[in-house]
């Protein structure tokens, strides 16, 4: 699972957005440059792998919506376009409704994106305090390992 996820996470990273992304989210940042470094410190790896798959999951819905959105604003704006031009009543109906469907299917996109951005918020609640966690336990076992090479090397 753990390869999966990596595998995962190293397609995307040719995606510039995914990248862009991973240099400004944290928790990001983390699973990709530091997540192996630190697994062995974690009290419950598959619980936290499981939760790093949803975040990631999450990420990628978001910007998924906001693709999503990114066209329907496009075409919402060629609809606009094509209700200022002098066309027969009957085609500026079909705009017309075209345009309400159009700004129905953003709002929804805006729903969905909402509800990732809240989910992805959850799990960033529950990914902080244990990333935090180990990142201190490694310093202190560090620290200590340094601590007793330098006893170590004066006696």
Do not use: W
Request: one cysteine or more; glycine letters at 2%; charged letters at 40%.
């Amino acid at each position: 699972l753990a390869h999966e996820i990596q595998k995962q996470l190293r397609d995307e990273e040719d995606d510039p957005i995914y990248e862009q992304r991973a240099r400004v989210d944290q928790v990001l940042q983390f699973f990709e440059l530091d997540f192996e470094k630190y697994s062995g410190y974690f009290d419950d790896l598959p619980r936290v792998e499981k939760l790093r798959t949803e975040y990631v999951n999450c990420v990628n819905a978001i910007e998924f919506q906001n693709e999503l959105l990114a066209q329907l604003v496009d075409e919402l704006l060629e609809l606009r376009r094509q209700l200022r031009e002098k066309v027969p009543l009957e085609a500026k109906k079909d705009v017309i409704i075209k345009l309400a469907h159009t700004k129905l299917d953003i709002g929804d996109r805006k729903n969905k994106r909402f509800f990732k951005e809240k989910e992805r918020r959850s799990l960033l609640d529950l990914l902080s305090p244990i990333i935090a966690d180990v990142k201190m336990q490694r310093l202190l076992a560090e620290q200590e390992r340094a601590k007793l090479d330098a006893e170590a090397l004066a006696e």
